[in-house]
């Protein structure tokens, strides 16, 4: 899944009732209305463009147990929780999923399945929709077997279909998420048709955001403006076209914008984040940021965790902020944008996020956009999401192509 599918999706639905935007006091009155669930970092898909961090093989052997989870989810909708994400990897590689869907209607969340469509079956279909799994968000990467097959590295093409038709047979709105990258935003016509042709009653057009995988793997992802102008062009024609039968949500990617994105809605504003083996986060990169304490829900209160801990009130509201986004007049707009983006770039967190043309480490953005422009950087080999790899960035295997950034893993 992407990091902006959350960011859009959800917070359309749940932004009005954000309270006390701004507080950063050290018992906040927000609430996390969004709860994901990152309930394995094990998939059998290995996407150039994962989010997920790339050190996430140290976090694989100690995942949670059913009964933690469902504890989780228990005290998070005390706390306020509204939705929740079912994420991953890849979620249906437990066997628990179902117990945590009939878990997650008793307290009376609205969830969703964030899913590859890997080990979606009949059976397993029929008893999400028994336990009452409202939504399924199913990922497409093209048109083309050969695109497909080639930013997975996996065989998944064909499935991909079957699975998507088993949605819509099941009677679930058709929702479809699909990253854009340089391998495909040409084909972004064809991928509309196709979601018109499956029925997609929602598709959203992710440009990849650099973070994780997708960051070390920058150059060989990122389109050029000219492309993303088209894209743009295309999905407005196309959106026309569908009228009310299909919405879609073309994700502007942030290195292509004046302004940098407000992330997660507000460091601890409305998101909280559960990981495989029990982190609680602000945002799903936070594990880059040095010196930070995270709490875990195996050893730690979830509602301090939340409205006490250091970590979750660090980049709470704007009094962490340096110049130039102190004194900046729209610094309400984007809270200095993505705190992770940030030190994963410039090596401080504190500082504005260098997409903003305000930021004197803007440079770094357009530097970016020239190198995934040269021939000679853009032709480095693809690193695929995998244990191998994940295991060699761990052990600094791969430092020619992390050390350009911070904080990776
Ligand atoms: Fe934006 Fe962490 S990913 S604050």
Request: aromatic share 8%.
């Amino acid at each position: 899944m992407t990091q902006a599918s959350l960011g859009e999706s959800v917070v359309q639905k749940t932004v009005h009732a954000a309270q006390n935007n701004g507080v950063a006091a050290n018992i906040t009155q927000t609430q996390p209305l969004w709860l994901l669930a990152e309930v394995t970092y094990r998939c059998p898909l290995h996407c150039a463009f994962c989010y997920n961090p790339t050190d996430y093989d140290k976090h694989t052997q100690n995942e949670l147990t059913t009964e933690q989870w469902i504890q989780a989810l228990r005290d998070a909708r005390k706390l306020g929780a509204l939705q929740l994400g079912i994420s991953g990897g890849e979620p249906l590689l437990r066997d628990d999923i179902e117990d945590i869907v009939i878990e997650a209607k008793k307290l009376g969340y609205y969830s969703n399945l964030i899913t590859s469509g890997v080990g979606l079956t009949e059976k397993r279909i029929k008893a999400f929709k028994e336990g009452g799994l409202d939504h399924i968000q199913l990922s497409m990467h093209d048109i083309t077997e050969e695109i497909n097959n080639f930013i997975t590295n996996t065989k998944t093409f064909e499935l991909k279909k079957k699975v998507a038709a088993m949605i819509k047979d099941h009677g679930y709105p058709m929702v479809l998420n699909v990253v854009i990258h340089r391998y495909n935003i040409g084909h972004l016509k064809e991928i509309l048709e196709m979601a018109d042709a499956l029925g997609a009653e929602y598709v959203e057009l992710a440009n990849t955001q650099y973070y994780g995988w997708s960051l070390v793997n920058r150059s060989q992802l990122m389109p050029t403006r000219e492309q993303i102008e088209e894209a743009e062009r295309i999905t407005n024609e196309f959106r026309e076209k569908a009228g009310s039968k299909m919405k879609i949500f073309f994700v502007v990617p942030d290195y292509f914008s004046d302004r940098p994105k407000k992330c997660m809605n507000g460091w601890g504003e409305v998101f909280m984040i559960v990981t495989a083996n029990g982190d609680v986060l602000p945002c799903h990169s936070a594990r880059v940021l040095p010196n930070m304490q995270f709490p875990n829900v195996k050893d730690t209160d979830l509602g301090w965790s939340w409205k006490e801990s250091p970590a979750f009130n660090k980049y709470r509201g704007d009094d962490w902020m340096k110049e130039p986004c102190r004194s900046c007049s729209e610094k309400a707009n984007d809270l200095g944008g993505c705190r992770c983006q940030s030190f994963l770039l410039t090596g401080d967190a504190e500082v504005a996020d260098p997409v903003c043309t305000k930021s004197p480490h803007h440079h770094l953005i357009e530097q970016a956009i020239i190198d995934a422009q040269n021939p000679v950087i853009a032709a480095q080999p693809i690193v695929f999401r995998n244990d191998k790899n994940s295991k060699k960035i761990i052990a600094g295997e791969l430092n020619e192509r992390t050390e350009q950034f911070h904080a990776l893993p």
